[in-house]
């Protein structure tokens, strides 16, 4: 009997984000509505979308139709759910994420810490509405297919201006050039150059994945309560019991040059932490990581930037 040999698929699951946004004037990259356009119809209007595609047929899903800066736990769990569902099976080589870019990076590392997969996972994005005169969009996406579908690519992976970043690094630096994103003192993992990969150095090896399944069955009104704050010039400690009164679990904070916390607002810290708040430090430079170990509270793994390592207590918090 002939066994005809499964098509392999990348699944391309729709989000919102500016690369389905649309305004009034071609002009405007500013004012416009993000999260209006189907992942469909952004398919649908990509010229050369099968060749990018290498022989793999696409499926794709709406899964949310948002603007990123509007980004919350409900919707992660549903798209690690669906990660997980598509992962799963042998005819799916890979995942592509449209994604706003306001918070794409916090999806990153929240799906880089609950998947456990090496098939590449490829969030892409764009800065300018599908309506602009030159959208970075379309081209963003073919990029995006080109990563999923390269053989090297493994685990959580970013793609935005040809330039392929990791979960870990990948930030968002500027709020309106179309290279928005950048990996910091590591570079990018890669290029997309004419639709071919070009990893620099070495491919990214497997990915380290710490699957923390209760992030994808716990109702996410059970998920403890992390928040972020900074460390400033006439910071005030009532902020940290102020948090504390209502509930806080977690405080992530960000504090000055290598980890150095006002006075007033360590006071207060310490305090929470002796009531059983949890409390990770950071740094609020834009690069580099705490050296060396911290006087009172402990540091974040690996140099994660605020948001990521609020992502990363919630979940060890979480179980
Ligand atoms: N506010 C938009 C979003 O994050 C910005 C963008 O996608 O560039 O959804």
């Not at 979308?49 to 800066?69: F, I, N, P, R, T």
């Amino acid at each position: 009997m002939f066994n005809a040999k499964k098509i392999q698929k990348v699944v391309v699951l729709g989000t919102g984000g500016t690369i389905a946004g649309t305004g009034s004037s071609a002009l405007d990259h500013t004012a416009y509505t993000a999260g209006q356009l189907s992942v469909q119809h952004l398919l649908d209007a990509m010229p050369g979308l099968q060749d990018s595609l290498q022989g793999h047929e696409l499926v794709c899903e709406q899964l949310a139709q948002l603007d990123s800066k509007d980004m919350g736990h409900a919707t992660w769990q549903v798209l690690a759910q669906r990660c997980v569902h598509w992962l799963s099976q042998a005819e799916v080589d890979a995942i592509v994420i449209t994604h706003g870019t306001d918070t794409l990076e916090e999806s990153a590392w929240f799906l880089h810490r609950v998947l456990d997969s090496h098939k590449p996972v490829v969030l892409t994005c764009a800065m300018r509405p599908a309506t602009a005169l030159a959208p970075d969009g379309p081209q963003n996406l073919m990029d995006a297919m080109a990563v999923a579908c390269d053989a090297m690519s493994r685990g959580v992976l970013a793609v935005c201006a040809g330039r392929i970043h990791s979960a870990l690094e990948v930030q968002k630096v500027h709020p309106y050039r179309l290279d928005a994103f950048s990996s910091g003192e590591s570079g990018p993992l890669g290029f997309v150059e004419q639709g071919t990969v070009r990893w620099r150095g070495t491919a990214p090896g497997p990915a380290v994945h710490t699957r923390t399944s209760c992030a994808l069955t716990v109702s996410v009104a059970e998920w403890p309560w992390v928040a972020v704050m900074h460390s400033h010039a006439g910071a005030d400690a009532r902020q940290v019991s102020a948090w504390v009164s209502a509930g806080v679990k977690g405080l992530v904070v960000a504090g000055t040059g290598n980890g150095t916390l006002h006075q007033d607002v360590q006071t207060a810290l310490a305090k929470a932490q002796d009531q059983g708040v949890a409390v990770r430090l950071v740094t609020r430079c834009a690069e580099g990581q705490i050296v060396g170990e911290t006087a009172s509270f402990q540091t974040a793994p690996r140099g994660l930037n605020a948001f990521k390592a609020r992502i990363s207590l919630m979940l060890e918090l979480l179980g």
